[in-house]
C-alpha cells in the first residue's frame, strides 16, 4: 500500500514556542490531506482537511490561527502549532489519498506524531 | 452530524477465543465504512474496507459485516491471539463527495495468553 510518512514522530517543546510537523506522501501524489488529533485512549477528531494550492478548511472549533496549514506541494502538507501550551499536548496523525481517486480514494495514515508542551 | 460509536470499549479475552466488535452510525448515507488497528502510541493499520453496497469483507482471521441500512457494522476475530491485542477503529466516510472519515470511539482489546 501506500506510504505516508510523519516527522517527527516525537517532539518536545516549551510552552510558547511553534512546532512544525510534517506529513510526506511518498510513493503518491495527494491533492488532499487531513489532519486528526487524538487525546490519550480517545479517538481521532478531524482537525482540518489540507488542499494543495489553497487554503485548508478547519472543523468547527478548531482555531486556525493557533493551527497553521500549509499544502504547499502535492506531497507535502505542514501543521504548526503556534504559541503551543500543555493543553496542545497530544497525537497529531495525518491521512492522505491518491491524487484523481476522489471520494472512491482510500485513506493511508501517517505513523503519528506525539506533542509535549512543557 | 454522524456519530460513531463502538460496543465495548475496552475487551479482556483469553487467547483462542472467537469475539466480535461492535460499530453503529448515526446517518446511513455513507460511501464506506473502514476498520483499523491501531497499536499504542502508533498510526493507524487498515484491516478491511467495505463498500456501501457491499455486506462483509474478509481478511485472513477477519471478518466485517455492514448492515447500512440499520447502521451497524461489526468485526469478527477467529481465534484470537495475543498479538491481536491493540484499539480497533471503525470509521466512516460520507456519501457526499468528500473524503472525511468519522472515526468511532474504539475497542481495547486484550488478548491473554
Known amino acids: 500500500g501506500a506510504v505516508v510518512s510523519q516527522h517527527p514522530s516525537r517532539v518536545i517543546c516549551k510552552s510558547g514556542t511553534s512546532v512544525k510537523i510534517e506529513c510526506r506522501s511518498l510513493d503518491f501524489q495527494a491533492t488532499t490531506m487531513f489532519w486528526y488529533r487524538q487525546f490519550p485512549k480517545q479517538s481521532l477528531m478531524l482537525m482540518a482537511t489540507?488542499?494543495?494550492?489553497?487554503?485548508?478548511?478547519?472543523e468547527q472549533g478548531v482555531e486556525k490561527d493557533k493551527f497553521l496549514i500549509n499544502h504547499a506541494s502535492l506531497t507535502l502538507s505542514t501543521l504548526t502549532v503556534t504559541s503551543a501550551h500543555p493543553e496542545d499536548s497530544s497525537f497529531y496523525i495525518c491521512?492522505?489519498?491518491?491524487?484523481?481517486?476522489?471520494?472512491?480514494?482510500?485513506?493511508?495514515f501517517g505513523e503519528g506524531s506525539r506533542l509535549t508542551v512543557l | 452530524k454522524q456519530e460513531v460509536t463502538q460496543i465495548p470499549a475496552a475487551l479482556s479475552v483469553p487467547e483462542g477465543e472467537n469475539l466480535v466488535l461492535n460499530c453503529s452510525f448515526t446517518?446511513?448515507?455513507?460511501?464506506?465504512l473502514q476498520w483499523f488497528r491501531q497499536d499504542p502510541g502508533k498510526g493507524l493499520t487498515s484491516l478491511l474496507l467495505?463498500?456501501?453496497?457491499?455486506r462483509e469483507q474478509t481478511s485472513g482471521r477477519l471478518n466485517a459485516s455492514l448492515d447500512k441500512s440499520s447502521g451497524r457494522s461489526t468485526l469478527y476475530i477467529a481465534a484470537s491471539q495475543p498479538g491481536d491485542s491493540a484499539t480497533y477503529l471503525c470509521?466512516?466516510?460520507?456519501?457526499?463527495?468528500?473524503?472525511?472519515?468519522?472515526f468511532g470511539t474504539g475497542t481495547r482489546l486484550l488478548v491473554s495468553p
Open positions: 470509521a466512516v466516510k460520507r456519501d457526499t463527495g468528500f473524503q472525511k472519515l468519522v
Open positions: 467495505i463498500q456501501s453496497s457491499q
Open positions: 489540507s488542499n494543495e494550492g489553497s487554503k485548508a478548511t478547519y
Open positions: 446517518d446511513s448515507a455513507i460511501y464506506n
Open positions: 491521512s492522505a489519498s491518491p491524487h484523481g481517486q476522489g471520494i472512491a480514494g482510500e485513506l493511508f
